[in-house]
Structure formats: structure tokens, C-alpha cells
């Protein structure tokens, strides 16, 4: 079984938006050739042509069941009430965790006006997942990004789960230093290429995941994701085949994890589930 943790339906080049319908299919076509069974997908932190709200993309997705959904939140006009509408959509399932962009806004995760989002995230148990590293836009403020800051929200809510995204690269050190000393703190290996690997880059990000797991980072909490469209799903699933890793641990990774962390049911595979 493959959980993608993390994959976008945004448009990424403005000369040619394709609907959130054409996005869709897509994204189902990928996943089918792949024999990705289940996918999250993380809406933007902002609502533009190219970049549909999370009330379009719940609507949009509730006929494919192998389709969840994290809702981002963005810092400049978030407000409490909007996690009123995110409450029924978590009840629905349909909405399995919050997302924050630091770095491509800037703030720092502590920032007292998440407070509401985490308190929110804990009574509803689902995770808080941070984008962290490089910035695909160069108008993202990096030091934002860094991995380090979300030591902290992880020792001050110690009741919510938080994943680093895309392993805090460049600062993978720093980041697998925050899971492993954080027992609520999991990291997703997304977007760490655009399109697909070169060989040499693969063989040095390779690397790097495996020294992460060498390190003390356990398997359990590292999360299979692509970032998708960013990132090929083919070209993730050769890097993560020749990981040197034990096929008991793989199987966490590429799956297990996700399907705890989200409270995913591989029912709703598409590969293998009913219908
Ligand atoms: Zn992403």
C-alpha cells in the first residue's frame, strides 16, 4: 500500500490554469499509474484562479474517498471563526489536518496567533503539518522556514502532532534533530526535487534520508509524500525502492504512518478498494 502524504491541486504556472476538476483528474490518473492507493492533499494559503479554497476542494473531492484533505491557513488573514466550517469538515472526514506556510509568509510557528489552530488541532487530534526549507517562490523569507523554530510549538503542545515538511531540506540536520527529540514531531521526505531526481541528485538525498534514520530518527514517524505536481511520483517511488532500509520499515514509511497519523482507512484505496 503507498500513502502520499502530501500533494497539491494548485496551478503552478499561470499561462495555462487547468480547473480544480482537470487538477483532479490528473492527480487520479498519476495515482492509478503509480498504484498510489491513497492521497492528502494540502490546500494553498491563498485563494486565487489557479488556487482553489478548501470549501472547493472538500466539495470537489467528496466523490473520491481515497482523497483527504489538510487545510492551509494563511497567517495574514486567518481568524478563529475559521475553523467553525473546518470543525464539520473534520467531523465529515474529510479534513484530517492544518497546514501553516512560514517562509512563504513570514512568521515564526510560536507566533501567538496560531494558538487558537493548535488548541483546535489537539481537541480534534489531528496533525499540524509546517512547511519548512526552501521556499519554492525566491519571495519567500527563509529564515522563517528553518525547522529549528518548530521545536518549540512541539515542546509547548505537547498534545498536538506536527510534521516538518520536505525534511527541512536544506537543514536536514537541524530538522532531524526536532524529530527525534520530540516524540510528537514527524517529518514527511515531500518536494525534495523539482520533476524528477538526477541520478546524482538522488543518490545524495538518499543518503541524507538514510542518515536521518541512522541518526535515531525512528520509522515510525517518517512519511512517505511527493509534493506533487511539484515532484513526480515515479521518480519518488525509485528513490524510496532502493532506500536502504528493512522492507518492515519501508512499509511504515510509505504507509503505516500516514494511515495512523491522518486516521486514513485503506478501504478507500483506489487501487485496491471497493467499487
Ligand atoms: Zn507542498
Redesign the pocket.
Known sequence: MIVDC?V?VNNYHEDAVETLAGCLDQLNRAMRVNRVDLAVI?TSYMVTPGRPALSQVVAATRPFPHLSVVAGLSYHSFEPEHLVPIADYVAEGKVRGLKLYPGYQPFYPSDPKWQPAYAFAAEHGIPVMI?SGDTYAPSGKLKYAHPLHIDEVAVDHPDVKFVI?HMGNPWIRDCMEVVYKNANVYVDI??LVLGSFSDRFEIYMRKQLQEMLLYGVEPDKVLYGT?WP?SAMESYLTFMRELATPEREKKKIMADNALALYGLDPRNSLITGRK
Open positions: 502530501h497539491h494540502l512547511h515538511c515531500s518536494g509534493d511539484i
